[in-house]
């Protein structure tokens, strides 16, 4: 049995020392071997000379490609019957594959996955966004002596911390190259809707050195993030029954911001209208009040609350087309171009 590790870098040769030491360090189940594979998309720091020296089995190099091409190389690349998608700055828990590998020895077809965590100590930043990524969906199910997120537990699961069998991906089609980015969530998404459990596994315990550390990072982040392509494709699939959160949100955050800003103009000449200008504080404070609720933080709530505010500026720009060029959230120095 081989489990194939891809992963798709930029600009990471100062971070893949950890990512790989934590990736041989890895506790394999009987039978099991490992092959790595990286797939560089035009690094100018090294990053390929140090994954040769790393001995990653494999390493192509791409410098025009776009990260689902990458993606996609490295699935038609990899020999796994088990195949894994982590960053290059993120870093394994030892047993990561035993538990991944509970689930993935009963199953045909799974994806299984978990939200990296920040580095410790973080930011308030980073433990504000991994509380909101923690509290996604609370509902939690026993299978095969695992704890595991069933009910969308597509929402939990990115190419940052994720494996799923060979055959998933061959069933799915691979990654949407179309997308400058959210291709991991389109992925997931898809093959929720092929009927393909997609679950989140808290024991599948990853860390990503890169989280972004401050508000700025934060949301350059999110403007990279944001691809209105994609929510087209949720629109197409399910009609936005299954996987609308993000256009949701963003859709109701466009409507407060609109309230606010009429109220704050035609306060000046009624203040009695003007009370609506707290139509959007409040529209986002409610959301952090229920988050910070369900990870018993209470006082997260602000913090939640100026994330979910830079997070809807961002995805509402986004949406209405004021980014149709965007650079990585990176900078030149990181994952996802």
């Not at 776009?66 to 030892?94: E, S």
């Not at 991994?130 to 969906?137: F, G, L, Y």
């Amino acid at each position: 049995m081989l489990t194939s590790i891809i992963v798709v870098a930029f600009n990471e040769a100062a971070a893949l020392p950890r990512m790989k030491q934590a990736v041989d360090g890895l506790a394999l189940p009987a039978g099991m071997t490992l092959e790595t594979i990286l797939i560089d998309g035009g690094s100018q720091d090294g990053t390929v000379a140090q994954a040769k020296q790393l001995k990653f089995t494999r390493v192509l190099e791409l410098p025009q490609a776009n990260i689902p091409v990458c993606r996609n190389a490295g699935l038609k690349a990899a020999q796994g019957d088990w195949l894994a998608f982590i960053d290059a700055d993120c870093v394994l828990a030892p047993n990561w594959l035993i538990h991944a590998a509970r689930l993935l020895s009963r199953y045909d077809q799974l994806i299984l996955g978990w939200p990296a965590a920040p580095p410790s100590p973080g930011t308030w930043v980073q433990d504000a966004w991994h509380i909101h990524w923690m509290n996604k969906n609370p509902s939690v199910e026993m299978e095969e002596g695992e704890r595991v997120v069933k009910q969308g537990g597509f929402r939990m699961i990115t190419t940052r911390n994720m494996i799923m069998h060979r055959a998933v991906a061959e069933a799915v089609g691979g990654f949407d190259e179309r997308l400058s980015t959210g291709e991991d969530t389109d992925f997931v998404f898809r093959a929720s809707t092929q009927g393909i459990p997609v679950w989140g596994l808290p024991a599948l315990a990853s860390t990503h050195l890169g989280e972004p550390a401050t508000l700025r990072a934060f949301y350059r982040q999110q403007v990279w993030h944001a691809n209105r392509r994609a929510y087209q494709t949720i629109l197409d699939r399910s009609g936005m029954k299954e996987g609308g959160n993000a256009p949701l949100f963003t859709a109701l955050f466009l409507v407060a911001a609109m309230i606010s800003i009429i109220s704050l103009v035609a306060g000046l000449y009624n203040p009695l209208v003007g009370v609506g200008l707290f139509t959007l504080p409040a529209f986002l404070l409610l959301l952090a009040g229920r988050t910070s609720l369900r990870a018993k933080r209470p006082l997260m709530v602000a913090h939640l609350a100026i994330l979910y505010g830079a997070y809807g500026i961002a995805r509402s720009l986004d949406l209405l087309g004021f980014s149709p060029h965007k650079a990585s959230w990176k900078a030149g120095k990181g994952t996802g171009r």
